[in-house]
């Protein structure tokens, strides 16, 4: 069968003379022959050599397609999906912030999880970033005390999966899809002393409600020296540069009360 020839098969080339329509585009265009895969128009030199379905069935040594966008399309839809269909019966839930680099004999360590104890008591889930640290501290608090204990990892070279006292984990390959499950799931925040990926959560939180893109939850910084020295530039020198607008003081509690930060964070929640 030559490579024009049509059987019933869309994915095919048409004849010189007509597209998939029945219209004669080559009549029409001095690019000549026409040839519609889809929504999608091709001409002249653009008409491909080849077709879908022998693509799809002939033999292939080459596995570069692993790595192109369309795979990779797929690869975070399923993402979402295994995200939505883990967590959709999850139930109220808190997201816990901090470093992963705090270690199990430090006062943050302890305090975490104190708070992920004091949390899941209540019969509401606690949720990190899965990994060591302040991360783990949490989880621990939440998990030892029979609730619901959840870690969302995300694929990193340096990082060792999901810890060991998260009874709910799913790792991530996509900072997006992860944060969209922080986001969705969680109806209040604690964030604890932390680094970059702290902060990236701490912004991308108050990106979203400033700009109305979620709704308001109740998000509380614990450790009001460690926070406070940023907030202070936060409203002085980039306000008054024009570059934001005035945080809302109702948007972010400042604490050092282990107890006032858990009871902010659930205060959210409709029980």
Same mark, same amino acid.
Request: aromatic content about 8%; proline content about 5%.
């Given at each position: 069968?030559?490579?024009?020839?049509?059987?019933?098969?869309?994915?095919?080339?048409?004849?010189?003379?007509?597209?998939?329509?029945?219209?004669?585009?080559?009549?029409?265009?001095?690019?000549?022959?026409?040839?519609?895969?889809?929504?999608?128009?091709?001409?002249?030199?653009?008409?491909?050599?080849?077709?879908?379905?022998?693509?799809?069935?002939?033999?292939?040594?080459?596995?570069?397609?692993?790595?192109?966008?369309?795979?990779?399309?797929?690869?975070?839809?399923?993402?979402? @999906?295994?995200?939505?269909? %883990?967590? *959709?019966?999850?139930?109220? &839930? !808190?997201?816990?912030? #901090?470093?992963?680099?705090?270690? +199990?004999?430090?006062?943050?360590?302890?305090?975490? @999880?104190?708070?992920?104890? %004091?949390? *899941?008591?209540?019969?509401? &889930? !606690?949720?990190?970033? #899965?990994?060591?640290?302040?991360? +783990?501290?949490?989880?621990?608090?939440?998990?030892?005390?029979?609730?619901?204990?959840?870690?969302?990892?995300?694929?990193?070279?340096?990082?060792?999966?999901?810890?060991?006292?998260?009874?709910?984990?799913?790792?991530?390959?996509?900072?997006?899809?992860?944060?969209?499950?922080?986001?969705?799931?969680?109806?209040?925040?604690?964030?604890?002393?932390?680094?970059?990926?702290?902060?990236?959560?701490?912004?991308?939180?108050?990106?979203?409600?400033?700009?109305?893109?979620?709704?308001?939850?109740?998000?509380?910084?614990?450790?009001?020296?460690?926070?406070?020295?940023?907030?202070?530039?936060?409203?002085?020198?980039?306000?008054?540069?024009?570059?934001?607008?005035?945080?809302?003081?109702?948007?972010?509690?400042?604490?050092?009360?282990?107890?006032?930060?858990?009871?902010?964070?659930?205060?959210?929640?409709?029980?």
């Amino acid at each position: 069968m030559s490579e024009h020839t049509v059987e019933n098969d869309t994915d095919r080339p048409m004849d010189e003379s007509a597209d998939m329509s029945g219209n004669d585009d080559s009549d029409h265009s001095p690019l000549g022959e026409s040839y519609r895969r889809g929504p999608v128009l091709l001409r002249g030199s653009m008409v491909p050599h080849d077709n879908t379905t022998a693509n799809l069935l002939k033999e292939e040594q080459s596995t570069d397609w692993l790595h192109m966008d369309p795979w990779r399309v797929l690869r975070i839809q399923a993402e979402f @999906v295994d995200g939505f269909g %883990a967590l *959709a019966e999850l139930g109220p &839930a !808190v997201s816990i912030f #901090g470093s992963a680099r705090s270690k +199990e004999n430090e006062p943050d360590y302890q305090t975490a @999880v104190r708070m992920g104890a %004091a949390i *899941a008591k209540q019969n509401i &889930a !606690v949720i990190t970033g #899965g990994g060591p640290g302040i991360m +783990e501290a949490a989880n621990r608090g939440a998990s030892c005390a029979g609730g619901k204990s959840v870690g969302l990892g995300i694929e990193l070279p340096h990082e060792q999966g999901i810890n060991q006292w998260a009874n709910l984990g799913i790792s991530f390959r996509y900072f997006f899809v992860r944060k969209t499950m922080f986001v969705k799931y969680s109806s209040g925040v604690i964030v604890c002393p932390g680094g970059f990926g702290t902060l990236d959560e701490l912004f991308e939180l108050l990106t979203l409600v400033q700009t109305h893109k979620v709704k308001s939850i109740p998000i509380v910084l614990f450790d009001t020296a460690y926070w406070r020295g940023l907030f202070d530039w936060l409203g002085s020198n980039v306000q008054n540069r024009g570059f934001i607008s005035p945080l809302d003081p109702e948007l972010v509690a400042f604490t050092d009360d282990p107890d006032e930060a858990v009871q902010v964070a659930v205060s959210g929640i409709v029980r």
